[in-house]
């Protein structure tokens, strides 16, 4: 039972435009959410994050937004860029066992 | 500049034996983990250790142990690997205890399973 959904397995993008990866959850207990960007034959690196407290968290050309009533986030883009191409896990922790679950990730393809 | 190091990068085994992954942080952190990375699932945490000497079970800890005796190292070991086994495997680190802070990733090792 996966308590992190990344439902897209992969989005392709043009250069340029803006870049909107999603992400669900179903345990009420998640209090801090984050993403991760991962490249091939390399380990994640920490992208952004939000609490729970919070509804949007921005950070240059990256934007989280949470959705608590519908235990929804989405990680925006803008502009994208060919560096962008990548693979993008969403995380989320509670407070209960401090433990990262992790989403399946969503391979983001930006195109020239 | 600190790092976080894996070694091997990849490896084929046979069924039965015994494998250790080594893993190697330069960033003084007191935490370490071990992930699997599988398609389909993301990662998941095998086991994981605030400090020396101490070592914590994760999600999917069976067939895998573990054992903290300095604050650089945490290696790996598959008792007797098993074709289930094989997946790219990721160590990490952090300052505090618990995911709040960032985790520093390893390259990663890519273990088959024969």
């Known amino acids: 039972d996966q308590q992190v959904k990344q439902n897209s397995p992969s989005l392709s993008v043009q250069e340029g435009r803006i870049s909107i990866l999603n992400c669900d959850y179903t345990?009420?207990?998640?209090?801090?959410f984050l993403w991760y960007k991962k490249y091939p034959a390399e380990g994640p690196t920490f992208l952004i994050s939000?609490?729970?407290i919070k509804d949007k968290n921005e950070d240059g050309r990256f934007t989280v937004f949470l959705n608590k009533s519908a235990k929804h986030l989405s990680l925006h883009i803008v502009p994208s860029q060919p560096g962008d191409s990548a693979v993008y896990f969403c995380?989320?922790?509670?407070?209960?066992?401090?433990?990262?679950?992790w989403g399946a990730g969503t391979k983001l393809i930006i195109k020239p | 500049d600190a790092e976080i190091t894996q070694s091997p990068r990849h490896k084929i085994t046979e069924t039965g034996r015994q494998v250790t992954l080594a893993c190697h942080q330069t960033?003084?952190?007191?935490?370490m983990f071990w992930y699997r990375q599988d398609l389909g699932h993301g990662l998941r945490l095998i086991h994981y250790?605030?400090?020396?000497?101490?070592?914590n079970k994760g999600e999917v800890s069976d067939g895998y142990s573990v054992s903290r005796s300095n604050t650089e190292d945490l290696p790996l070991t598959l008792e007797s690997a098993a074709s289930s086994q094989t997946s790219v495997y990721f160590c990490?680190?952090?300052?505090?205890?618990?995911?709040?802070?960032?985790?520093?990733f390893g390259p990663g090792t890519r273990l088959t399973v024969l």
């Open positions: 345990n009420s207990m998640f209090d801090y």
């Open positions: 995380a989320a922790i509670s407070g209960s066992n401090y433990q990262l679950i």
């Open positions: 939000i609490s729970s």
């Open positions: 990490a680190s952090s300052t505090d205890r618990g995911a709040y802070n960032e985790q520093f």
């Open positions: 250790s605030y400090g020396v000497h101490d070592t």
């Open positions: 960033w003084n952190h007191n935490n």
